[in-house]
């Protein structure tokens, strides 16, 4: 690995377990039993005193979710887009390690985002015929 | 039985693989604009399609008459979403009960939801529930900014149903057609719409105060004697024809 990635890895703060994780084996039992994730919230709080949402338990316990077999279909591509050199990049730009260049040229997924509603409830609401004319 | 008890105790339940479920939601911002009205059809046409749902009555003004538990009496669970768990009752319901949830939210309740959905949507999604969040427009300008809030805060969490209630004869509804924020809604979310018409004060009133549905009106089993007059009953045939119709053509929405 490139030296400077593994020096950022080295230098990130390890992550803390997960706070519900000593009580996994519970958890698991207690949902195979039946008990709802309110229920099992509950237990949590009287007999440890911690105080957990239904989301945090459901994270646990969710089942994995599994690939079924079969041959891949390939995922849709657009035009492969042309990487041209920035005529005048910023300065030293040429000189920083570039990772993503073994991909340069290729196709890449498309991304399907969908638009974000914007609404500003300070705003009156604007009559279209009104705000064509600007009357 | 102790709840501890009940931990040990066996329990022998079908292990479930994973069903999509439903939650079907009024988006509760703006209050007499005709949510219980339209949730009362809905529920009518859920029977009828031979669907079990559960109804939640989260109106936190906590009035008898008109609210879904005065119509729905022991059929209808009410709930106070103003605690700590909020709307957990969503999960907690879809995991013992039937697959679809009808939700009544009742004015204000806005906050909540929101905060609700930010926090526990991305879990809801993994165990397969859809929510389908139901505004309802009227003539009043208040109805549309209220929809628009609502989606301005759920984004694409959940899909669009927006029932035009004629609330008043010659119901204009210019504020939601033809303004610049409520196209831009329609150009994004693109919500089937249901249009409710106006229903005649003679059957809509003496049916709020009896807490009779059109069902029952339709059916001549309401216990006012003023709603059994045959045009009246003809009427609520014909407003519930209507509706479910418009219902039909929109099942995916509503069922799993």
Known sequence: ?135 | MSLAESISAPVARPVQQSPLKRVILTMGGKGGVGKTSFVLCLAEWLKGQGAEFTMLDLDTENKSRGSLKHYFEGAARKVDIHTPAGLDAFIDCLDDGPKVILADMGAGSGWVAHEWFDTMFESAQEMGIAFTAVGIITPDPASVESVLSWAKALQHKVQYVIVENEAVLHADFSYWRLTEQAEQFRQIFNPITIPMKYRLPDLENPARQYGATLGEVAARRSKAPELERSSLVARAQGYQRQIFQDLDRSKELFLV
């Open chain 1, 1 to 135: 690995m490139d030296p400077t990635f593994q020096a950022i890895l080295d230098s990130l703060p390890s992550k803390p377990p997960a706070p519900l994780e000593p009580y996994r084996e519970l958890i698991h039992e207690m949902r195979r039993r039946g008990q709802t994730y309110r229920e099992i919230a509950q237990v949590l709080a009287e007999r440890f005193q911690i105080q957990v949402d239904l989301g945090a338990i459901h994270d646990l316990v969710k089942p994995r979710r599994k690939r079924k077999p079969g041959p891949k279909e390939p995922r849709p591509v657009s035009t492969p887009a042309v990487h041209k050199p920035e005529a005048a990049g910023p300065k030293g730009y040429d000189s920083l390690p570039r990772p993503v260049a073994a991909f340069e040229g290729r196709p890449f997924p498309v991304t399907n985002k969908r638009p974000v509603f914007e609404y500003d409830e300070n705003e009156p609401l604007r009559l279209i015929s009104n705000s064509k004319t600007g009357e």
